[in-house]
């Protein structure tokens, strides 16, 4: 059968104000800023082809927006994490009936905690960041669910930064995009690191969708850095989310799908 790109995604909260924050400050944050960028995110996914598949509002839950680190879909199976922030856990069960549709369901159990910014896919090779967020009993569970269907999984310790994904993606054609004072990026043996400009620490973060690479477009030294690479760059205005230190990557979950 023929397969579609989707994307989940999620209204943001009228509570954002109220977001988990880790390293950052707490900064006024504009709700109609963010609700108007957060529509300039998912029409720039639309044009790219990708099927926006939209969640209910979880206006009570300040995060909700950030949907990725909720659940984690790879080609055989989906997981159903467990938020290493506890104002988080009430999110996951939202997700449940949408993702069932498209894969079997496995899940994070007490003691572990496992956030989806903290997995990053690099073909069969799966990196998870050992964070604040995902500590060891999440990793070994995850670890356990996936190597069954053949994928490598490493974990890699993330001092610098809130998740895996704040730090680095990987963006196709064995490239990841990375900044090198919040991890080490050793770790990605075998993989070609362009690493962000130094003035723009936040601009690891990138979603690659067929031969495009979707980037905020606050970072325009690095974007240079990757253009000069070959890649075409769609850039999108993120800065409203990126106070609740939310990244690209968090806003969806995107994966592949039956049409």
Not at 65 to 80: G, K, P, Q, R, S
Request: with cysteine.
């Amino acid at each position: 059968m023929p397969s579609m790109l989707i994307a989940i995604t999620r209204p943001v909260s009228e509570s954002i104000h109220d977001c988990e924050l880790t390293h950052m400050d707490r900064e006024p944050i504009c709700h109609a800023t963010a609700v108007d960028q957060h529509s300039k995110y998912v029409a720039a996914m639309k044009d790219l082809g990708v099927t926006i598949v939209e969640l209910d509002s979880l206006h009570e839950h300040a995060d909700a927006v950030f949907v990725e680190d909720i659940t984690v879909v790879v080609d055989e199976i989906a997981v159903l994490t467990r938020p290493g922030a506890e104002s988080r856990r009430g999110e996951v069960e939202s997700i449940l009936n949408v993702i069932a549709q498209h894969r079997p369901i496995a899940r994070i159990e007490p003691p572990g905690t496992l956030e989806g910014g903290d997995v990053m896919q690099a073909e069969r090779t799966i990196y998870v960041g050992l964070s604040t967020r995902t500590n060891q009993a999440g990793f070994d569970q995850f670890k356990s669910l996936l190597e069954p269907h053949g994928y490598r999984v490493e974990g890699v310790p993330i001092p610098g930064a809130l998740h895996l994904k704040t730090a680095a993606t990987y963006i196709g054609d064995g490239v990841v995009l990375a900044n090198p004072h919040w991890l080490d990026v050793t770790h990605f043996h075998g993989l070609d690191i362009i690493e962000v400009h130094p003035d723009e620490p936040f601009a690891g973060n990138a979603i690659r969708i067929d031969e495009a690479i979707l980037f905020p477009e606050q970072f325009p030294h690095t974007a240079g850095r990757l253009e000069a690479r070959g890649f075409r760059l769609v850039r999108v205005p993120s800065t409203e989310l990126a106070k609740a230190e939310g990244s690209l990557t968090c806003k969806s979950v995107i994966f592949n799908a039956d049409d």
